[in-house]
């Protein structure tokens, strides 16, 4: 196997763009991992998704590979909001155009070597590299409450563990959370026919609506990313901006932006959801293959199954790809890894794309609407120097990507 200049490990959004950028730029990439396979394996079917359309590019919004171009393309319309199994269409749409050569198989490890790294694959194959992009999404993020330690998976598990919510119909679910997969869990667990109560802490739900995002004073308000409340989604969009605001001000912006909350269009579809606001589980005690909840008011509820949306907090430590030695020398800040303006961590040549970034980058790189700017901010500093390189070696890789192409057509 040669060396490439960059490996890539992950193959949702992120690392979908960042390996188009990359490769227009002249740099020879291999991307590791099954494509969309977070989106299709840890989100429920039949969910929607929250990001209006201008939010949900993966890359540049304008560019031959957006959803517009996806749309015109297939033929036929995209319901709005966008339902997840047209997302992932889209996004296998956006691989066979520009990744025809994806490797699907998983990194096992990443080690440091000399001036670069080793990447151990599944198989036992082995390969070094220049640079790796760490683009592996949130999954090894999910977060639970520690009164539900010990519990197998058959009385509670997170959110983001199940494909399909159908098989818990005829049972009584709680949802533990106040977001919108919270809310959207529970509308589709009493969808399928589920006793399902939905238990937050926060006193009421908070909506999060389109109609103040309309018109020319919606335009100013809010920017076309559609991350953060009125005024602070204009900040958040200029994530370089947001580097260089004090530390406080980098924080309020990140914790207004990302306050748990639910889409308006949720709310007639909440009819057969019981909803208990401003509530938390004080004990959790396993009763007969089932669990007994005590609440702080003292009320108990006898339930089959508690979901978990309790959401992510990313620690790239958890990273099970990621060798300890080389963890210990990223400098973190909360879990994530410090970064410079070319996301890369305080480990030469290692960079991270997605969630971990939100510490240098603020809250808008959490999300598909971030892809753009992170994507180019890498590839402007990989690519550059990527065409310092002997005119002779750019031209026999762009020969072999071509004939990859060439090949899966």
């Keep these: 196997m040669r060396k ?13 763009a960042a390996a188009a950028h990359l490769r227009e730029g002249g740099v020879d990439v291999r991307v590791f991992g099954a494509p969309m396979s977070f989106w299709k394996e840890h989100m429920p079917s039949g969910m929607l998704l929250r990001s209006p359309w201008g939010a949900s590019h993966i890359g ?3 560019g031959p590979l957006s959803l517009d171009a996806f749309e015109r393309e297939r033929g036929s319309g995209i319901a709005r909001p966008i339902p997840l199994a047209d997302f992932v269409a889209y996004g296998h749409w956006f691989q066979r155009r520009v990744l025809s050569d994806i490797d699907p198989r998983k990194v096992e490890r990443v080690d440091a070597i000399g001036d670069g790294f080793r990447v151990l694959l ?8 220049g640079r790796v992009v760490v683009a592996a999404g949130i999954a090894a993020f999910a977060w639970r409450p520690p009164e539900f330690d010990g ?75 559609d ?7 204009q900040i958040v969009a200029r994530p370089m901006l947001v580097r260089r605001l004090p530390v406080p001000a980098q924080r309020q912006f990140t914790r207004r932006s990302l306050a748990a909350g639910a889409a308006l269009w949720l709310r007639p579809r909440m009819r057969s959801v019981t909803l208990t606001q401003g509530r938390r589980v004080t004990e959790v005690v396993r009763s007969n293959g ?15 199954h508690v979901l978990l949306a309790t959401g992510y907090r990313v620690d790239v430590g958890r990273y099970p790809f990621l060798a300890e030695t080389l963890v210990s020398r990223v400098r973190r800040i909360d879990g994530h890894p ?16 997605g969630a971990p970034a939100v510490h240098s980058f603020g809250p808008l790189v959490r999300f598909v609407a971030g892809t753009d700017f992170a994507v180019r901010r890498l590839a402007s500093v990989i690519a550059g120097r990527a065409r310092h390189a002997p005119l002779k070696d750019r031209r026999d890789r762009a020969r072999e990507y071509q004939a990859a192409e060439e090949r899966a057509r």
């Design 4 to 16: 490439p200049d960059v490996v890539v490990i992950g193959a949702g959004p992120y690392g979908l």
């Design 60 to 62: 540049d919004p304008s």
């Design 122 to 129: 599944e198989d036992g194959e082995s390969l070094d590299c």
């Design 151 to 225: 519990l197998p998976a058959t009385l509670a598990s997170h959110s983001s563990e199940h494909a399909d919510l159908a098989h818990f119909a005829g049972t009584r679910v709680v949802v533990i959370g106040g977001g919108q997969s919270a809310l959207e869990s529970a509308v589709l667990l009493a969808e399928a026919a589920a006793d399902a109560e939905m238990i937050m802490r926060a006193p009421r739900l908070r909506w999060v609506g389109r109609a103040t995002r309309q018109g020319m004073l919606g335009r100013l308000l809010f920017h076309r990313t």
């Design 227 to 233: 991350v953060g409340p009125a005024l602070v989604s």
């Design 290 to 304: 089932h669990l007994r909840l005590r609440l702080d008011d003292g009320t108990t509820r006898e339930v089959d």
């Design 338 to 353: 410090v970064l410079d303006e070319g996301l890369q961590s305080s480990v030469p040549g290692l960079h991270f794309l």
